[in-house]
């Protein structure tokens, strides 16, 4: 089994024998086959991992929080980067735990889509190189004008580094991430190009995003994709967060906006119907952003650090 972790080798166990999960509900939550799933299960004694108790669970410390927040949230997974004692290395840190967790999960085969942002840059660099030649790598927003320094969080840029770590093809989407208005928005949207990347869009199986807040601390805010008037009507209105600018509020309601609808990219609609919305973002920060974002119902897995999660444990009162 040397293609599972032993994080998740715990965690088959902990489904299998004391959530009482199926086989299949397993091999859902992991992106893999029920025989895959059969075969780790029928050997976990034999590994260690299961006598009369699981043995593991104790070792790694946030194995029960994950859990925990799993059921909270009804996600398929909650994978937490310790970062207790280097919260300055919080993005390093969350970046290869993302990465490490991705090289596992993503298969041939299948459609990635990819946002943009400094989590998903982190992860992505840390990616191994392998050869997931029959994936296809689609990029989930427009193009955004980014100083040379930042490229690498840009969503052009991170769809074709993702693309070279798998060894596949790429799809871009070759316009603006904001136009000037719903008018000029309307126009690119109707271009036959455009219109195929899309297409290519609703096929993921597999998108990977970060979590912003709508905040003037924001990447978003800071780049100068959203004003300051852009942000008093957000606050306003009551909205915490946005994920590929789809804003949404505290209750997990997305709701659009006249900011929204000069965006050219996923919307809501597209990523509850992919089957695996994998969301990276850290920081204490973004406690709020994050909490909304979980009760949107879009997120299935999320990779966040250890000082976020247990700020969201003891926000809701959760004990584990």
Not at 156 to 170: F, W
Not at 193 to 215: H, N, P, W, Y
Not at 244 to 255: T, V
Not at 262 to 284: C, H, R, S, T
Request: glycine share 6%; with cysteine; net charge negative.
């Amino acid at each position: 089994m040397e293609d599972i972790n032993k994080r998740n080798l715990i965690k088959i166990a902990h489904w299998y024998y004391n959530e009482g999960m199926t086989q299949e509900e397993i091999a859902i939550k992991l992106n893999c086959t029920r025989q895959k799933i059969n075969k780790i299960i029928n050997s976990l004694v034999d590994m260690g991992v299961v006598t009369i108790s699981i043995n593991g669970m104790d070792d790694d410390k946030y194995v029960r929080l994950e859990n925990a927040l799993e059921k909270e949230f009804s996600v398929s997974q909650i994978v937490i980067a310790d970062i207790d004692h280097c919260p300055n290395q919080m993005l390093r840190q969350l970046g290869k735990k993302a990465a490490y967790w991705l090289d596992e999960f993503i298969k041939n085969k299948q459609v990635v889509g990819i946002s943009w942002g400094e989590a998903l840059s982190a992860t992505v660099s840390n990616m191994r190189v392998q050869n997931k030649s029959s994936c296809n790598v689609v990029q989930l927003v427009g193009g955004m004008d980014i100083d040379h320094n930042l490229r690498m969080i840009k969503p052009d840029e991170l769809t074709r580094l993702l693309a070279h770590k798998l060894s596949c093809n790429h799809t871009l989407l070759y316009a603006p991430a904001v136009m000037e208005s719903n008018t000029a928005r309307e126009v690119i949207i109707n271009d036959i190009t455009v219109r195929k990347v899309f297409e290519m869009i609703s096929k993921c199986d597999v998108a990977i995003v970060g979590i912003g807040q709508l905040s003037a601390e924001s990447t978003a805010a800071k780049l100068g994709y959203l004003s300051e008037d852009d942000l008093k009507t957000y606050e306003d209105e009551g909205y915490v967060g946005e994920i590929a600018f789809n804003p949404f509020k505290q209750d997990g309601q997305w709701q659009k906006s006249a900011h929204h609808s000069k965006v050219i990219g996923i919307d809501a609609v597209m990523l509850e119907k992919i089957p695996y919305v994998v969301a990276v973002a850290g920081g204490i920060d973004k406690i709020n952003a994050v909490l909304g974002a979980l009760k949107t119902g879009c997120i299935d897995v999320l990779i966040t650090d250890s000082i976020l999660a247990k700020g969201l444990a003891d926000r809701i009162g959760l004990s584990y």
